[in-house]
C-alpha cells in the first residue's frame, strides 16, 4: 500500500510534512511517496534520519497557493502537488492522498480526478470529535454549505459507514442535527431528511441537538456543510478558551498552582484528547479511492497521525463499503434520486 503526499501544502511546508511523512512511515508501516518540488523535499529529507521510512519522492513543479482560486488553481496549474497526488490514486499508484494545502483544491481536484462514487452526489468532509462516549462523527463538516434532504441522507450512509469501519462501532445511531429533540423542530431541510432517514435500514434516532454531541446520544451527527463548520470551529475555539481559562486561574493562587502541579499528568490528558492534531484531520469521503485533509498549520504530529488515519481509510476500503451500503442497504436510489 502507498499513500501520496502533499509534502508543499499548508503553512509549514515542506519541513513539517516531510518531517511527519517520515514518522508515519516508520511507525505504521506504510510506503510514502512524497509529491512536490524535489530539492527543496530532498533537503528536508537530508536533514533528518529517514532509516526504516519507506519514501519516494516524485517531483511536481507548481505549488496551488492557499490563496488560490481552487478552481483556477486546479486548471492552470496542472503539475501541482495536489494535482499530480491526486492523479497517482486515480491511476492505482497510490491508495490514498493526504495534503495539508487549499482544502478546496483538494476537493475540486477529488470530484475531477478521482470522481465520485456512484450513488454519491455531494462528497462531504467527516470530522471526528472526541467526547466522554468516545469519538463521534459530524457529517458535513464544510464541504457543501447549501444542500438538499438525499444529500443529508447520503452524508448519514457515508458518516455510518465510517463509523463502523474505522470507529469499530458495530451498529451507529445516526441523528440529524436540529435546533430541538422534537420532530416539529428544525427547518423545512431538517424535517424532510429525517422523514427520509426513517425510510431506511440505518439505527436513526431523530433529531440531535448542538448540547448531544457530548452527551452520547448518537455516533454519526448529519447536517449541511454551513452548519458542522460552524459547529466543529466552536467548538476547536471554546477548547482553546477553556484552556485559557484554566491558565488564568491557576496563576491566581499558589494553593491553585500546586494543584495544577499534582494534576498536571490528568490536565495534560485533557489536553490531548481535545488535541485536533491526534486526528491529524478529516477524510473526504464520497470520492473513489481516499482523500484526506489536513488543518493547514498541522505540525509533524498531525501530519503524523494524518497519514497513518489515510492508511486506515485504504485498508478498510471505506469508499467500497460506501458504495455498497448506499446500493444495498439504503435503497438510495428510489429514496434519493440523483440532484445537481
Do not use: W
Amino acid at each position: 500500500m502507498k499513500i501520496a503526499v502533499d509534502a508543499m501544502g499548508g503553512d509549514h511546508a515542506p519541513r513539517e510534512i516531510v518531517r511527519g511523512a517520515v514518522e508515519s512511515a516508520r511507525a505504521n508501516d506504510l510506503s510514502l511517496i512524497l509529491v512536490g518540488q524535489e530539492a527543496r523535499i530532498r533537503a528536508e529529507l537530508g536533514a533528518i534520519d529517514v532509516s526504516g521510512a519507506d519514501i519516494e519522492v516524485l517531483h511536481a513543479s507548481e505549488v496551488v497557493e492557499m490563496c488560490d482560486i481552487p478552481a483556477i488553481a486546479l486548471r492552470k496549474k496542472r503539475d501541482s502537488s495536489i494535482r499530480v497526488g491526486l492523479r497517482l490514486v486515480a491511476d492505482g499508484k497510490a491508495s490514498s492522498f493526504v495534503s495539508a494545502g487549499n482544502s478546496g483544491a483538494v476537493m475540486a481536484g477529488g470530484f475531477l480526478i478521482l470522481k465520485k462514487i456512484h450513488g454519491v452526489d455531494r462528497p462531504a468532509i467527516a470530522a471526528t470529535i472526541p467526547t466522554p462516549h468516545g469519538p463521534v462523527v459530524l457529517v458535513d463538516a464544510g464541504a457543501n454549505v447549501e444542500s438538499k434532504p438525499a444529500h443529508l441522507l447520503q452524508f448519514g450512509y457515508m458518516g455510518e459507514a465510517y463509523s463502523r469501519m474505522i470507529l469499530g462501532i458495530p451498529r451507529p445511531r445516526v441523528g440529524v442535527v436540529s435546533i430541538g429533540a422534537e420532530d416539529s423542530k428544525g427547518t423545512d431541510l431538517t424535517r424532510d431528511t429525517c422523514e427520509l432517514f426513517r425510510r431506511t435500514g440505518l439505527n436513526f434516532v431523530g433529531n440531535v441537538e448542538g448540547r448531544d454531541f457530548f452527551a452520547g446520544k448518537a455516533d454519526v451527527f448529519v447536517c449541511d456543510g454551513f452548519v458542522g463548520n460552524v459547529a466543529i470551529k466552536t467548538m476547536e475555539g471554546m477548547a482553546t478558551a477553556l484552556g485559557q481559562f484554566l491558565k488564568e486561574e491557576i496563576r491566581k493562587s499558589l494553593m491553585a498552582k500546586v494543584g495544577a502541579l499534582l494534576a498536571e499528568r490528568a490536565l495534560r490528558g485533557v489536553k490531548d484528547r481535545l488535541d485536533y492534531e491526534e486526528y491529524g484531520g478529516a477524510p473526504l469521503l464520497g470520492v473513489r479511492g481516499g482523500i484526506f485533509i489536513c488543518h493547514g498549520s498541522s505540525s509533524e504530529r498531525a501530519i503524523k497521525n494524518g497519514i497513518r488515519a489515510a492508511g486506515s481509510l485504504a485498508r478498510c476500503a471505506v469508499d467500497v463499503e460506501i458504495a455498497r451500503s448506499i446500493a444495498s442497504r439504503g435503497h438510495a436510489a428510489a429514496i434519493a434520486p440523483a440532484m445537481p
